[in-house]
């Protein structure tokens, strides 16, 4: 449809192909609550006001329309399944547009893996706008399965749906001016570039933001958000299925900084996105803890448009696509209708109407394990064979975010072998190099997982996805990370040589190719095995992907070894 077309719908001179009658738009230019008629045509809205008429009418009796929600920062990967079915559990909830970091994948097969995201997404009723990895690998301390420099991720930026660049963790590498690093930010130097600061302030957040960083997503206290804000960057406040920052950071939200913020999701898995939700679970909650509707709304929407410059979305206004939410209650946001330019693609939380989905080779994102099983051992020698004991650094999960503690503990000595201390929650993690079979193992001690016997695996761990165990006892920990070898990647709760529950996960060890629906079904007995070997948490493997990322504080496990990521270097396991 032609502008001139458009412009004749506007005036009322030829009628819209849809018209909402009878609703209450959220204005969220002013913060007001409008009854208005929104005429679409073409995909896009062309009328907000009255008389209008359409092909087609339908009554909202009194409802509220507001636009799309928008994801401002989120890893599709990390929901486990591949795009076509991230839409659909998305988009029933009110998510239409989302800005994805593939940078899960990207790890693990380079710049296929980016192609791939972008295809797989290519014409559903989610826009997935792409923000190309800054950090494949995450850093030098961890082995990925590619590395992609400037020259590369600029011979993807073209592309029609690439924004700018993705979250620059490395943080030290930029301030300190490490050649590869700086060429990267300068590359993408008028485009957007999100940044990933957790913790950093003062002078070094000053030159990062300085760079041309614009936005940061880690942020667990309102000093820390707030010293973000000032600097003139936007804050993405969180809450995914591991880390859950929104109640913290609520409190220092006001009317004027407000419009600096918006929402996003970063990691969720599948059962939270079916259970309660994705972009409206966080409008719920800000609600529920006080915050305004309409601003909750304007976070979720229009601020997010306007810092990824997507003018053509974020608000219910003549020119904007129509990507359109119905609700009826603003205290208690639940999506209706949803319309994804102009067409009306879920009712009732349920997709409808035809959804095609995108074909996509992922002939490069399958069979990307590769252990060698020859010389793997979970051994641990003591420093001294005969001593009772040995003091250990040991990484700390800490409940419900991703930051971790840097603890000292005494574990026991057992012929030799330093070994997991079951009782008081201290057990061996490994985390083992898959992608070239190079026989890298990095081992180490963890507290805060709770299993009382047996192991979990997985070939999610974040960034570099290596293969990561942990357990009580070395044979569980073999059991569970061969089984993760034979489903092509995935999850496996496993005891003695008895593998109890697992999730394949064959796209590049990542992602399942099943409905998403399965997978949460898949998930839920994976989750009920590793509480019945004791561990408590909401979603331990969530939590044990986490434990390898050597860029967020303070105590990381790599394959090459453990990292106090406060001092950005290699620390040896045994204290003192």
């Given amino acids: 449809m032609d502008l001139l077309q458009r412009l004749a719908i506007a005036r009322g001179d030829e009628p819209a192909d849809l018209v909402l009658k009878g609703g209450r738009v959220v204005n969220v230019f002013t913060g007001e609550i409008v009854e208005a008629e929104v005429a679409l045509a073409g995909g896009w809205i062309v009328g907000v006001g009255g008389g209008y008429v359409g092909r087609q009418e339908i009554d909202l009796k009194g409802r509220y329309i507001c636009p799309g929600l928008i994801d401002a920062h989120v890893h599709i990967e990390s929901s486990m399944v591949i795009p076509f079915q991230f839409a659909r559990a998305v988009v029933p909830r009110g998510t239409t547009t989302v800005v994805c970091d593939p940078h899960e994948i990207a790890n693990v097969v380079g710049a296929e893996g980016v192609r791939y995201i972008l295809a797989a997404s290519e014409g559903l009723p989610l826009t997935v706008y792409v923000n190309l ?8 301390m961890g082995t ?10 600029l011979a993807l930026a073209d592309h029609p749906r690439v924004l700018g660049l993705a979250e620059m963790m490395n943080v030290p590498g930029l301030v300190l001016g490490v050649p590869d690093v700086v060429k990267k930010v300068e590359a993408f130097q008028g485009r957007v570039i999100d940044g990933h600061a957790p913790g950093f302030g003062g002078k070094w957040l000053q030159a990062y933001v300085g ?34 920052n929104l109640r913290d950071l609520l409190p220092g939200l006001t009317p004027y900084n407000s419009r600096r913020c918006a929402f996003c999701t970063d990691d969720r898995h599948p059962a939270d996105l079916l259970d309660e939700g994705h972009i409206d679970h966080l ?40 990507d359109l939410v119905v609700f009826s209650d603003l205290k208690n946001f639940r999506a209706e209708m949803v319309f994804a330019a102009g067409r009306l693609v879920a009712q009732a939380g349920e997709p409808v109407g035809e959804w095609a989905e995108p074909q996509a080779d992922d002939t490069a994102v399958r069979g990307t394990v590769h252990v060698d099983w020859d010389h793997l051992r979970f051994d641990i020698p003591a420093p001294d064979p005969a001593a009772g004991s040995v003091r250990v650094r040991v990484i700390g999960i800490v409940p419900d975010q991703i930051t ?27 985390v083992i190099e898959r992608h070239r079979g190079t026989g890298n193992v990095g081992l180490g001690f963890v507290h805060g997982l709770g299993l009382k016997r047996g192991a979990l695996a997985g070939s999610v761990g974040h960034d570099a996805h290596n293969l990561i165990v942990a357990g009580c006892d070395d044979a569980s920990m073999m059991t569970a990370a061969r089984a993760v070898a034979d489903l092509g990647g995935g999850l496996v709760a ?20 099943q409905p998403v629906e399965t997978v949460r079904h898949q998930m839920d007995r994976l989750i009920e095995a590793a509480r019945s070997l004791g561990s408590p948490l909401h979603d331990p493997f969530m939590t044990l992907g986490f434990l390898a990322l050597e860029v967020i504080p303070a ?21 003192g």
């Fill in 133 to 140: 990895p800054s950090c494949v690998p995450a850093t030098p």
């Fill in 144 to 153: 990925a399965g590619a590395e992609l420099g400037a020259d590369d991720l």
């Fill in 211 to 244: 760079a041309g960083v614009g936005s940061d997503h880690e942020c667990t206290t309102v000093p820390e958000m707030l010293e973000k804000l000032r600097l003139g960057m936007y804050v993405f406040i969180r809450e995914a299925t591991g880390a859950k």
């Fill in 283 to 322: 409008i719920r909650l800000a609600v529920a803890e006080g915050l305004d509707p309409l601003t909750a709304i304007r976070m979720a929407t229009l601020n997010a448009a306007e810092y990824f410059r997507l003018y053509d979305r974020g608000a219910v206004a003549p020119g904007k696509r129509a």
């Fill in 404 to 430: 971790t503690e840097h603890l000292v503990e005494d574990l026991p000595v057992q012929g030799g072998q330093v070994v997991a201390d079951v009782e008081r929650d201290l057990l061996k993690i490994a």
């Fill in 494 to 513: 496993a005891a003695g040589d008895e593998v109890l529950a697992s999730v394949p996960l064959p796209v590049a060890g990542l992602m399942s190719d």
């Fill in 555 to 575: 105590l990381r496990l790599t394959d090459q070894g453990l990292v106090d990521v406060e001092k950005f270097d290699f620390v040896p396991l045994f204290a």
